[in-house]
């Protein structure tokens, strides 16, 4: 016969039921509420969130924008800045070259000034004088001593602000190098969104890397950079400005002492030339005084000769005489008259004797004088000469050298001082 099968374990009443259904049931709408709840805290953070993520990524966006704009205004006025630094270094350089030449031109003043003292050393006797063409010469040397010393410190000067120009134009473009790769960082930061193929996830991205400055020391860089740019642009075309100067006043300096000098020398040459007329005059007139004197000693020979020869007849005729015979040798009037003549022709003979003795220390004297005036001529012939080729050199500072073919080249340009004795230049 079959049994009953009781399943072994506790067997809840039915109370226990119903309260265990009431229970989930409380229990489900309770969860449905804490879901409902935290559905709508998720609703409220999410749009919450949303709009701060949209705000923070706007603000972001902004900043960046407005970053880009302050950093792109002062990489612009680098950028003005070096070119300013570039056409002013272009112009210094240019400005320096030109006193470079200028110094270049002031050596070929300096070797004809040096070449007409040489020549002028090549002065004899009593022509080796200190003239006013000497003195201005020793002055053009000077100046020009001077002048090129003065143009030298300005090619110094313009060197130093060069090397400050570039070193000012090395720290803006490292600036602006800077600010340029930057802004294109920036740019690609305001391009990311999230739809960006190269965005991810980065370790510790809010460090602060090595090196960060603070803004306000960015700004205080960028304005030194660029203050002392300008400052060196207005010192470099302040001494622009000097050199061009420097260089006027040098060139009106050594023209007016060239003026000096070339109208020293064309005095000089007047002068001079004004001498040897004279002196050629002199010599003319000293020939005609000779020629006339060697005429009169010849008459005077001439005379001598007849005297003398009257004298040898007087003398015969007195000895001749001395054979009369015995009382016709008497001292009669002839005889008186004879004896005179004699005592008279001897008298005449001596005295053109001595005259002729007087006309020939005349002459001698006269020759003497012709050979120091002749000598003198040469002196001064050779002394224009030699002005004539300082004449001729000095075309050289208003003929280009290339161009310039003297007549005859007597020294080799030297840069070489003459004998310190004879040319004191301090």
């Not at 989930?24 to 969860?31: F, G, V, Y």
């Not at 002196?279 to 020629?291: F, G």
């Not at 003497?368 to 005036?373: E, F, N, P, V």
Request: glycine letters at 2%; one cysteine or more; aromatic letters at 4%.
């Amino acid at each position: 016969m079959a049994s009953l099968s009781v399943k072994p374990g506790q067997r809840f009443t039915l109370p226990d039921w119903q309260n265990n259904s009431r229970l989930i049931s409380a229990n489900a709408e309770q969860q449905r509420f804490n879901s409902h709840h935290i559905r709508q805290e998720g609703r409220v953070l999410r749009n919450d969130t949303g709009n701060q993520a949209k705000w923070d990524e706007h603000n972001s966006r902004t900043s960046l924008k407005d970053r880009i704009t302050t950093v792109d205004k002062w990489r612009e006025a680098l950028a003005k800045c070096l070119a300013d630094i570039d056409l002013e270094i272009d112009a210094l350089s240019k400005v320096k070259e030109a006193a470079e030449n200028a110094i270049q031109a002031k050596n070929l003043c300096l070797d004809v000034a040096i070449e007409c003292l040489t020549f002028r050393e090549s002065r004899r006797d009593i022509d080796v004088v200190r003239d006013p063409v000497e003195e201005e010469l020793h002055k053009e040397v000077k100046v020009i001593e001077k002048t090129k010393k003065d143009l030298q410190q300005r090619v110094d000067d313009a060197f130093r602000q060069l090397c400050l120009l570039k070193e000012a134009r090395q720290q803006l473009s490292c600036d602006h190098r800077h600010k340029v790769e930057a802004l294109e960082l920036d740019r690609q930061c305001v391009s990311f969104n999230p739809t960006s193929g190269n965005i991810s996830f980065k370790v510790n991205p809010t460090r602060i890397p090595d090196g960060t400055t603070a803004l306000q020391e960015w700004e205080l860089n960028s304005r030194r950079n660029k203050e002392r740019a300008d400052t060196e642009l207005k010192a470099s075309v302040d001494l622009r400005g000097a050199i061009t100067l420097t260089i006027a006043q040098t060139n009106n300096e050594l023209d007016a002492q060239r003026i000096a000098t070339e109208f020293a020398l064309r005095k000089r040459m007047r002068d001079m030339e004004a001498a040897l007329s004279e002196l050629k005059w002199q010599e003319k007139n000293t020939l005609e005084e000779i020629a006339e004197m060697e005429e009169e000693i010849r008459q005077l020979e001439e005379n001598i000769k007849k005297r003398t020869l009257d004298l040898k007849v007087a003398h015969t005729r007195l000895e001749t005489r001395t054979y009369r015979p015995h009382i016709e040798l008497c001292r009669d009037q002839a005889q008186f008259g004879l004896t005179d003549e004699v005592q008279q022709l001897e008298g005449i003979i001596r005295a053109l004797q001595q005259k002729r003795t007087e006309s020939q220390d005349a002459l001698d004297a006269l020759y003497r004088q012709l050979h120091r005036i002749q000598t003198d001529i040469g002196y001064k012939t050779n002394s224009l000469q030699l002005d004539n080729k300082c004449m001729d050199t000095r075309r050289k500072l208003v003929v280009p050298v290339e161009k310039f073919d003297p007549e005859v080249d007597a020294v080799s340009r030297t840069r070489n001082l003459p004998r310190e004795s004879q040319l004191e230049l301090a």
